[in-house]
């Protein structure tokens, strides 16, 4: 499995602009058939601060993922919109079955 987070800051003035982009980017990611879960929150402490969380069955559906256009479209929305450029982390994660 593959772990992917991310982090953006984003401006009040730019909140709803990137809300937008991101129900979208969830929305379409969450159809693809490698995706096991993908949702974003805000931090509760840090108005502004938002946080996503994805998981991913393979690396193939990694790479198909990024290979949406979608996916190009919300990297570069999100750039625009934050104030400093936001944090991606990939992980493999192993799973135990139990």
Same mark, same amino acid.
């Given at each position: 499995?593959?772990?992917?987070?991310?982090?953006?800051?984003?401006?009040?003035?730019?909140?709803?602009?990137?809300?937008?982009?991101?129900?979208?980017?969830?929305?379409?990611?969450?159809?693809?058939?490698?995706?096991?879960?993908? !949702? $974003?929150?805000?931090?509760? =402490?840090?108005?502004? @601060?938002?946080?996503?969380?994805? +998981?991913?069955?393979?690396?193939?559906?990694?790479?198909?993922?990024?290979?949406? !256009? $979608?996916?190009?479209?919300? =990297?570069?929305?999100? @750039?625009?919109?934050?104030?400093? +450029?936001?944090?991606?982390?990939?992980?493999?994660?192993?799973?135990?079955?139990?």
């Amino acid at each position: 499995m593959i772990v992917i987070t991310g982090a953006a800051r984003v401006a009040e003035k730019n909140r709803a602009a990137f809300e937008k982009v991101a129900e979208r980017q969830v929305t379409l990611s969450r159809q693809e058939s490698g995706n096991v879960s993908y !949702s $974003y929150f805000e931090d509760r =402490m840090e108005p502004g @601060r938002f946080f996503f969380y994805e +998981e991913w069955k393979d690396r193939e559906a990694v790479d198909f993922h990024f290979a949406q !256009s $979608y996916c190009h479209e919300f =990297m570069d929305a999100a @750039r625009r919109l934050a104030e400093t +450029e936001p944090d991606l982390t990939i992980r493999e994660i192993m799973v135990k079955e139990r």
